[in-house]
């Protein structure tokens, strides 16, 4: 009985420890530096400008990230004016970023190879979604739904990110 107390502590420690190192909301983003899909090299967060930044965290084969990435383009297009990018970092993959990418006709900076980024962002799974402000921190994580890949939970999304973006531009 003692060692599965013992057990039952050690796992709430890490995963305590696991909750108090996710990068969320009012946190400083995690700096990084990734390669683009034409081999060059990207450092976050110098590359933002000192402008606001969505972040998504998306693999080809995902269904939420395929539905949701037409309206961020959306998204990224009327917030294109003030500066706002949209740093697609690939993760988990097992197929052809590069190809997905250039099927699609969508203003994103693509980055490649991002597990690692992921890990600093404590994103599990796709889409990690993020909004970032001018001075670097963090003002929108997604956050897990019941809804089905879909329109429904991209518009859900795309909203939060669109409101979080309003509120930054109108600060």
Not at 113 to 137: C, E, M, Q
Request: net charge negative; hydrophobic share 45%; glycine share 6%.
């Amino acid at each position: 009985m003692r060692r599965l107390a013992r057990v039952y502590l050690v796992l709430t420690f890490c995963l305590l420890a696991h909750a108090a190192t996710a990068a969320t909301e009012g946190d400083n983003a995690p700096a990084w530096s990734a390669v683009t899909l034409d081999g060059g090299d990207l450092a976050f967060p110098g590359a933002a400008k000192g402008q606001p930044s969505i972040i998504l965290f998306w693999a080809t084969w995902c269904p939420y990230s395929n539905v949701l990435m037409p309206y961020l383009e959306e998204v990224r297009a009327n917030y294109e004016a003030q500066g706002v990018r949209v740093f697609a970092i690939n993760i988990k993959e097992d197929g052809d970023p590069q190809a997905f990418a250039e099927e699609r006709d969508y203003g994103f900076v693509y980055l490649l190879n991002g597990d690692a980024i992921a890990k600093r962002y404590s994103v599990r799974f796709t889409p990690g979604l993020f909004v970032v402000d001018a001075n670097n921190r963090i003002v929108f994580r997604r956050k897990s739904t019941e809804l089905p890949p879909g329109r429904e939970v991209a518009e859900y999304w795309a909203e939060r990110v669109t409101a979080a973006l309003d509120q930054l531009i109108t600060e």
